[in-house]
């Protein structure tokens, strides 16, 4: 009898063991994700940042027992649209979502609604809906006032302005279909605006307003296109010593038209970029990026994640930003985390030291 019941007790524990290790490990709660799945909706493979966010979101939420249905859009709005339909169809229990086109997706976010699916918005701002519960995010206009204080500080505008020299600029701004972009460019013009208007700043094309200098879902071949453009039709006497680059994309973009216009280490200018990608840290390691805005998307993803806990466990998310991002429906509750500038004196520091890379991965 007293066997049988050992048995019996062993069975269940060894069941409990297995049952826990399906669910892939516990959350600091102790609650596991169990049967729910959760969709990640994310915008492009074609940069490498958002395959090291939907990696690292796949990861952190099955480690919580959540099951995961990752999709890239591939930069096409549809094909975005008809992804989270079908995420809804199959019955997932919350929405994580990178938009592409931000406000394209009023009508699918109202399906979610209906359905009482969560939404959270995931590094992008969602915009006209009120189905979005929470909001991840870094400072997009702390990244923009990066970009400008690294252009003040290491050209020494103030000092150039005394001396009444100049600096030549273009600028390469990101997509207008993204809040993120907008915001990114006051945060650089908030720094920058100043020496454009006492032409310590000389911007020979012309271009710095918003809408003159965005590039249509941050396309690596427009911001080529545009660089050439204004490199044949302005810079034929001049050399360009900056160019203000809101992307890493637009970075290599800008890198291959100055090679093709000649450009040597001689006269190489400035070349700013966002995301610090494993090729833009070895373009600042070689000299041919100027700098780059670190965004730990293992911070982010962590953060996202518990908003997802928040919504389908009652948890409370860490909040830090209830006024920033009205998306013209609602104010959205945010996490915003903070980026770090990273330039060849620093990335060892901030990138190796915090493992984001190793030095084999930036020696290759
Ligand atoms: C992100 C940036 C990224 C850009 C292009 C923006 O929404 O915040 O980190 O560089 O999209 O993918």
Redesign the pocket.
Known sequence: MKKRILSAMLSLAMAATLFAGCGGGDSAGGKAGGDKKVGVAM??QS?E??INDGANMKSELEKLGYEVDLQYAEDDVQMQVSQIENMIASGVSCLVI?SIDSSALVNVEAQAKEAGIPIIAY??LLMDTDAVSYYA??D?KG?GTAIGKYIEEKKDLPGAQSAGENYTIEFFM??PD????KM?YDGVMEVLQPYLDDGTLVCKSGRTSFDDTCILR?SQETAQQNCENYLTGFYADEDLDIACS????FAYGIKAALEGAGYTDANWPMITG??AELMAVKNIISGKQSMS?Y?DTRLLAAKCVTMVQAVLEGAEPEINDTEQYNNGKIVVPSYLCTPVAVDKDNYQKEIVDGGYYTEEQLAE
């Open positions: 915008p492009t940069s940042r958002w990178a590094d992008r995010t870094f997009n990244v990101g997509s993204d809040n993120n972009a990114l941050w809101a992307f890493d994309g966002q995301d805005i965004k």
